[in-house]
C-alpha cells in the first residue's frame, strides 16, 4: 500500500462531479463513489434520470469556464427531488462576483483550488453526516402539494357524483360483502397504501378479491410480472406491477375484477378527497417510488382517479407497455380539463368488462 492510498481522503457518500478544470484532482484523490461529466446536457440528462433510491449525496460544480454553472445550480434547486441535495462549487480563481451569486443561492459551500484536500474532504463528510439530503416521499409530499391543487369544478363533480354513487350502490356493498366472506377468511375490505396527486400517501378501498396472504406472495412471483421484461427494466424493477393469471385471486375475486365491482369502495376515496372520478391511477409505495425521476413525475402533478386514459386505451391487453402507461399518465396530468374527464366516464363502461386476467 503506498503512502498516497494511505493519506487519501475517505468520502462515504456518492458524487457526482461537472467540470474539466479540477477533474484529475476528484478523479485521483478522493477515493469515493464519482460520476464525472463535464457535458452540460450529459449532466442535465443524468439528474433528469434520478429517483429516490438513486440520488447522489453531494453535488460537485466548477465555476469557471462554465457558463452554465448558475442556471444548473437554479434548476436543481426548482426540483424537488433535488433541492435538498448538497451543492458545492470548485474554483480556480476567486472572484468575489461568483461567490456572491452563489451565496444568494444558498449553496453549501464554495472552494477555491488549491485546498487542503483532507479539509475538504470533513468538510464534505461533515455536510453527509448533518444534513437531510435524500428527501422521504412525505415530504417530496408536501414540496409538490404546493404546485398541484384539484379545480374545484372537478372536486365538486367527484362531490357530488361519488356521493350519488354511494347512496344509489348501496345494496350491491352488502351483497357482495355477504359473498366475500362466505367464500373465504379475510377482511371484506382490501385497505392498501397508495400514492396520489402530489405523492400524497392515502389508504386505498377496493373489495377483497384475493387470497388473505396475497402480499406476502408477491416476491415469490416477481417473475410473473408482465412489464418485467420491458427495456425500462432492465437496469432495475419495472415501475408497475401486473401479473396475468393471478394465483391468488379467489374465484368470486376473479368475477369482481372482471366485471370491476372491486373497484367500488374507491367512491369513498373519491368523496373523501383522496381521488377524483377521472385522473391517474394511485399507485402502491415501491412502484411509485420508481416514477420520481423528473421525467416521469409529471404523472403526480396530476389527480389521482378511479379511471383514467390507460384503462379506457388498452387495459388488460398485452400490448400496453410500461412507456406507454407512463406517458398516458403524463399527458393526462397536463391536459385534464372537465371536457376529457366527460369523454373519458363516456369511454370507461365499455372499458369495464376485461378479457384477460390481469
Known sequence: MTT????????????VHFGKLLKGVIMEEFDANVDQMDDPKDFKRYLDQQ????????????????????????EIKKNPLLQGLIIVLLGIKEDKSWRKMALDLKVNDYYTYPFPLEDFSERLNFLVKFKLIKPKLL???????????????????DLVASGMALLFLFPIFIIVAILIKLESKGAVIYKSKRVGAGYKIFDFYKFRSMRSDADKMVESMAGMNQYANESDAKNGKAAFVKFKDDPRITRLGSFLRKTSIDELPQLINVFIGDMSLVGNRPLPLYEAEQLTTNEWSTRFLGPAGLTGLWQISKRGKKDMSETERKELDNYYATNYSIFLDLKI???????LIQKEEV
Open 345 to 351: 366516464i363516456l369511454k370507461t363502461i365499455p372499458a
Open 139 to 157: 415530504e417530496l409530499a408536501q414540496k409538490v402539494d404546493m404546485e398541484y391543487q384539484i379545480p374545484w369544478t372537478k372536486r365538486a363533480f
Open 51 to 74: 429517483s429516490l433510491l438513486t440520488l447522489p449525496d453531494i453535488i460537485l460544480i466548477e465555476v469557471d469556464d462554465n457558463k452554465h454553472c448558475f442556471d444548473q445550480i437554479k
Open 4 to 15: 498516497s492510498t494511505i493519506n487519501r481522503p475517505q468520502i462515504n457518500a456518492k458524487i
